[in-house]
């Protein structure tokens, strides 16, 4: 009985350099370009440079299941293909998003057939796997087990919580990175030199950072920007420049005034914090969205956050540490688009809270006095741990009393050097829930807090 895929199909590689020209110039350029060894393959250093995991298994001439978890254009498909080429394995893909049991039924039968009449391997890849149910995802484990195919999937999302842990057990996790600017450039300067239709107009790039600021990390989506700005350019003029207005026309997208390693970026982070400081949360939302347009790292703004909860607010509000080490595990998890929703909560929340920063100054004067002198100060001897019997014996330990075992839980005691007046350092404000902790600090330190 005839089968839907041809011959050639059945034996071969779905290899674009086997298109013909004239076919060919209908690929979008993402494809035609798209690197067909792993050493023309841009970023991922760590699982393809030397001793890396993949390189090593393509060295060794096997490779084991895998999911690849990163970004949009980070070159999951693209690695996946390499290593069905480098190996010689008949490579068939899926999208889970349109893919059903049938399909997988489908691909396992012709695995089998691969196998038996032409020996070949047969590599299933499998976009978005995330997105397939779990029976589904049941449908691949005998494959798997059993050597008839060996599956890369490609996923988004945190596999951890999207692939069932049966199917994850039998797979190696291998997370790609977002392209730096500097690898997405190489990237399009490579299209530019060496696709025949880019060659073939001439094109002349004239503002490449607004492009790789456009990009942000995804090779793919700077390829498709540079394409749909071609495709803007009249006929038969050469060289094509393209320039900021020309990438504006085509992506509808203007160009932020925001430099990632400039002065502005440097302003802008400031006028954040200061509005959260300032308690005005629409102003940090403005500044936070200038941040995000302007392709800032998503981490990076979580990332102070979690500074500005304790620096800035500290026990005034103490869940406010909390919701920005939760807000910077969301954007770890989730990442833009999406992750800004995440960003916008923990940066209204944190201004909105009550401000204190008692506890930043209290660290900042502790240290001061340490570096004066005080670091060679030892505790006393009742402060210390006594783990040994000689050390019993020496007075390590003795005389010290147990708080618990006092009324309110509390003795009053020098927890100071001998040598060293007490002192405030942690001055709490009456501010939020400080207020409620100077009060108590005023009652069991009378001498210290005192007027």
């Not at 691909?107 to 020996?119: C, F, H, N, T």
Request: aromatic fraction near 8%; proline fraction near 6%; hydrophobic fraction near 40%.
């Amino acid at each position: 009985m005839p089968d839907e895929h041809s011959q050639s199909d059945l034996f071969g590689f779905s290899d674009p350099g086997r298109s013909s020209a004239k076919s060919n110039r209908f690929q979008p350029l993402a494809e035609r370009v798209r690197p067909r060894s792993i050493d023309e393959l841009f970023g991922q250093e760590h699982l393809v440079g030397p001793g890396g995991p993949v390189r090593s298994y393509l060295e060794q001439g096997r490779i084991p299941s895998m999911i690849f978890w990163g970004p949009p254009g980070s070159g999951k498909t693209t690695l996946a293909e390499i290593c069905a080429r480098s190996l010689n394995y008949r490579f068939e893909q899926l999208s889970a998003t349109d893919a059903g049991v049938k399909d997988v039924r489908r691909v396992l039968e012709l695995a089998q057939k691969s196998r038996s009449i032409d020996g070949r391997q047969m590599l299933l890849f499998i976009d978005e796997i995330h997105r397939f149910n779990k029976a589904q995802q049941d449908t691949l484990l005998h494959a798997i087990e059993q050597g008839l195919i060996v599956l890369i999937g490609a996923t988004t999302e945190n596999p951890s919580f999207e692939v069932n842990r049966a199917l994850l057990s039998r797979m190696q996790v291998y997370i790609l990175n977002p392209l730096s600017e500097a690898e997405v450039r190489r990237v399009v300067e490579r299209a530019i030199e060496s696709d025949p239709q880019l060659a073939a107009a001439g094109v002349e790039m004239r503002d490449m950072e607004f492009l790789l600021a456009y990009a942000a990390g995804d090779a793919r989506k700077a390829l498709n920007a540079l394409e749909a700005a071609l495709s803007l350019a009249p006929r038969g003029t050469a060289p094509v420049v393209i320039d900021r207005t020309r990438l504006e026309q085509a992506l509808q997208h203007r160009a932020p005034t925001y430099d990632k390693g400039g002065e502005a970026h440097y302003d802008t982070v400031s006028a954040f914090i200061k509005s959260m400081r300032g308690s005005d949360p629409d102003a940090a939302l403005f500044w936070m969205a200038k941040m995000i347009d302007g392709g800032e790292d998503p981490k990076f703004i979580a990332r102070r956050m979690v500074i500005f909860a304790s620096e800035d607010i500290g026990n005034a509000d103490p869940y406010a540490l909390t919701l920005a080490v939760s807000v910077f595990h969301a954007v770890e998890l989730i990442g833009l688009p999406e992750a800004r929703i995440n960003l916008a909560q923990g940066a209204t929340y944190l201004a909105s809270c009550p401000k204190s920063n008692a506890s930043y100054e209290g660290i900042n004067e502790a240290l001061s006095d340490v570096k004066k002198g005080a670091a060679n100060a030892v505790p006393p001897l009742y402060l210390r741990n006594a783990p040994t019997d000689l050390m019993k014996e020496i007075g390590y330990g003795k005389g010290y009393r147990y708080p618990h075992s006092y009324p309110g839980h509390f003795v009053e005691e020098h927890y100071f050097p001998e040598q060293m007046e007490p002192k405030a350092y942690y001055r709490p404000t009456g501010e939020g829930r400080e207020k409620f902790i100077r009060e108590r600090l005023e009652g069991l330190w009378k001498d210290r807090y005192g007027d």
